[in-house]
Nanobody, 128 residues
Framework: QVQLVESGGGSVQAGGSLRLSCVAS????????MCWFRQVPGKEREGVGC???????RYADSVKGRFTISRANGGSTMYLEMSSLKPEDTAMYYC??????????????????????WGKGALVTISS
């Protein structure tokens, strides 16, 4: 059974930084496209960024230049380095994985249904 577990959420002031981690277990995660999504109450879950098994990354326009996604530990761990944080970045951040071979297509961030596995989320709160 594949499990994704997020950690590293918390509260920081605007302009600060945070790093989220997602650890995958129980599957062939080296062949997964892994992604971060986020959601605030009353809004749809939106894609933040993804990283493929070969290191290809995709980012939402709203976070380009501020967030960096990477993988380590043979692909089982994914990080989201967030800097220059804004109050509008406040959300529950979810780790997700698409088991479709490791490539993240260009439209992956707008296709939540493509994800096969989800973590339970990590809360990020940015104060002004």
């Amino acid at each position: 059974q594949v499990q994704l577990v997020e950690s590293g959420g918390g509260s920081v002031q605007a302009g600060g930084s945070l790093r989220l981690s997602c650890v995958a277990s129980g599957g062939t995660y080296t062949r997964y496209c892994m992604c971060w999504f986020r959601q605030v109450p009353g809004k749809e879950r939106e894609g933040v960024g993804c990283v493929g098994s070969a290191g290809t990354t995709r980012y939402a326009d709203s976070v380009k230049g501020r967030f960096t996604i990477s993988r380590a530990n043979g692909g089982s761990t994914m990080y989201l380095e967030m800097s220059s944080l804004k109050p509008e970045d406040t959300a529950m951040y979810y780790c997700a994985a698409d088991r479709g071979g490791g490539y993240c297509p260009i439209d992956v961030l707008t296709d939540r249904d493509r994800m096969d596995y989800w973590g339970k989320g990590a809360l990020v709160t940015i104060s002004s």
